[in-house]
């Protein structure tokens, strides 16, 4: 029997686009659903096996990062990564050694627990004084991502992986940057990201999951147009 | 060469007890170092090159689960069971099967980043209403995990495994209950933890993990005992 894959996502959201890289790359063919956030229909909920057998997380957690494979639920984009690349194995996304694979997900942690909290906070915030000094700790989380990048092209080496991945959401910093002219990620100050993002929008899998510049930058001023981000 | 394994870790956490567990079910030698989170010693952050290479954590993010390794510092609990795992192959903590994995990588998170943190606020809150809410938030999450034991042993089936090390803290939860007199885990709610946890702290490996119950809950009583939750 074939495989049966489905991805819940949201079109603007990394978490689920994680997911999507990880099946395009390993070549699984999967269906797409998008999930409406914050107007999920009853049947949404009443057949999305996902929301009823795992603890159903509303929004802002409910991201948009939920597979569903031969009628087990999964969730959780870091979760489900490790979960594909156990499940098939060719074009693996983690290293081989298992130090530089806990390296990986050290990082993948600090992506979700600590970059992505500011992040949101600068995107989101109404006060200047709060969006600018979370724009400073968006600044050295990046900072530190900037030195373990070091001189390598990918996170994962000569070839991306598990924390590229992860790490997706700074292409998403550099589109709203942008659209909301504001300096989320400056090319002088961060050089080395702002290759590496280079090199993986450029990338035939990643080209087909980051959505079109225009179209999550209108999102982003649509949605964060009035915060003090673009004041 | 023999592995050189030191653990930099907190008596009274859980964190760097998980680390323990599976050091100990592994048969590692290893050096246990006692941490001081608020005071650390210039000389331990000099010579702790945890500390030194990855990104500091104050407190309360540093809590005492750094590991060494034949040099190469790891950080965070989660990540440590997956390297020591990976590692060192016999007496294996994670399922075979790539979904039961991912389960328990996802409850292990979800203990993580939606138990602890209300666990913690139920702990310290000095607000009545505040912490009444958190008691109920945190029976909620319990009830949770109560249903995803099922009528297991363990979490991992007949014995222990990765997601029971990660659960610990309901053990300390209990000893919580015990020393402040306040319900967090309420027996007749809680019937399969109760007995899950009764297993745990009866095991050889767990045993020499889990601080004196005495120990931890004056701990708890000096450092808890002025706030809302034992009034």
């Not at 489905?6 to 990394?14: C, I, K, M, N, R």
């Not at 990643?206 to 209108?218: D, I, S």
Request: glycine share 6%; proline share 6%.
């Amino acid at each position: 029997m074939a495989d049966q894959v489905q991805l819940f996502g949201v079109w603007g959201s990394f978490f689920g686009r994680r997911v999507e890289v990880a099946l395009r790359l390993k070549g699984v063919q999967f269906e797409y659903v998008e999930e409406d956030l914050y107007n999920k229909s009853p049947s949404l909920l009443k057949y999305n096996p996902v929301h009823k057998k795992i603890p159903q997380r509303g929004p802002p957690d409910t991201r948009g990062d939920n597979m569903l494979h031969n009628g087990n639920p999964l969730a959780e984009s870091l979760v489900i990564l490790e979960y594909i690349d156990e499940t098939w194995k060719h074009n693996p996304i983690f290293p081989k050694d298992p130090y530089e694979r806990a390296r990986a997900r050290f990082w993948a942690k600090f992506i979700d627990e600590k970059l992505w909290p500011v992040v949101r906070k600068a995107l989101g915030s109404k006060e200047e004084k709060e969006q600018r000094e979370a724009i400073g700790e968006t600044h050295e989380h990046l900072e530190t991502l900037e030195s373990e990048l070091k001189e390598k092209k990918f996170f994962g080496g000569e070839s991306w992986g598990y924390l590229d991945i992860a790490a997706m959401v700074i292409i998403w910093l550099g589109i709203a940057q942008e659209a909301l002219g504001v300096e989320f990620i400056p090319k002088e100050k961060f050089p080395r990201l702002h290759k590496w993002q280079q090199r993986l929008v450029e990338d035939a899998v990643f080209k087909e999951c980051v959505p079109p510049r225009e179209k999550l930058g209108a999102f982003f001023k649509a949605r964060f147009g009035s915060s003090a981000a673009s004041k």
